[in-house]
């Protein structure tokens, strides 16, 4: 069963500062990450998306990473501001024909200003 | 487009009773899933359609949920009876799976069973 995991659950930083986000999975074999942002009483909107072929996807300030054969990724923010506080989640889908996403239990990310 | 539009966004309501929670996917999107978030379990898939379809509906907690999409404009996640451990946010998100495999999320069912 892919479990998914993100560490550390919360980090500050201040403004400004280049930051790096977490994610782990256990079952190496999927077929797509996605990084995801959800601020308060929101949905989630998709951030990034990296296919297993790939090693990364870049959207402005944000690099997503993935390395699948060590089951990590990475999502890079540069120059934080204070708009980019909010909940990031990575999810994986495993199984080629099967949608479902597993998500990671997020990092709740606060820039100082 | 207006986006994945879900209601009630808030619905509090006792125990027993029953709890209908629907969905307007984006149009065109031919995969509609409905997820459950909680403090304690995080994300959890309870079932996915494509087109129209249930794929996949191994999530759904017990007998209690049920899910249905009788057209490609419309869902709807049934709790008969509730149970306060029902107390969640139920978001509904949808995706164009041709078109790559962005998924958009609706802005959630905040569900308070008491």
């Known amino acids: 069963k892919q479990e998914v995991t993100q560490i550390p659950a919360a980090l500050s930083v201040p403004e400004g500062e280049n930051l790096v986000l977490n994610c782990s999975f256990t079952d190496s074999a999927i077929y797509n990450l996605q990084w995801f942002r959800q601020d308060p009483g929101k949905g989630l909107t998709s951030l990034l998306l990296i296919q297993s072929s790939q090693r990364e996807q870049t959207s402005g300030r944000l690099n997503a990473s993935l390395d699948k054969s060590s089951g990590r990724s990475t999502l890079y923010i540069a120059a934080s501001q204070p708009g980019d506080s909010a909940t990031y989640l990575c999810a994986v889908v495993t199984n080629f024909g099967n949608e479902k996403l597993t998500f990671g239990t997020g990092t709740r990310l606060t820039i100082i200003p | 487009d207006a986006g994945v539009i879900q209601s009630p966004r808030h619905e509090v309501t006792e125990m027993g009773q029953e709890v209908t929670l629907r969905c307007k996917p984006i149009?065109?999107?031919?995969?509609l899933f409905w997820y459950r978030q909680t403090m304690m379990r995080g994300l959890e898939l309870l079932i996915y359609?494509?087109?129209?379809?249930?794929?996949?509906d191994s999530g759904m907690p017990e007998d209690r949920f049920s899910a249905k999409m009788p057209n490609a404009s419309f869902s709807t996640l049934k709790i008969q009876p509730s149970e306060p451990r029902d107390s969640a946010v139920y978001f509904c998100?949808?995706?164009?799976?041709?078109?790559?495999?962005?998924?958009?999320f609706g802005e959630g069912s905040w569900l308070t069973v008491v």
């Open positions: 359609f494509n087109n129209n379809v249930p794929i996949d």
């Open positions: 149009s065109g999107h031919d995969y």
């Open positions: 998100a949808t995706q164009d799976r041709p078109s790559g495999n962005t998924i958009y």
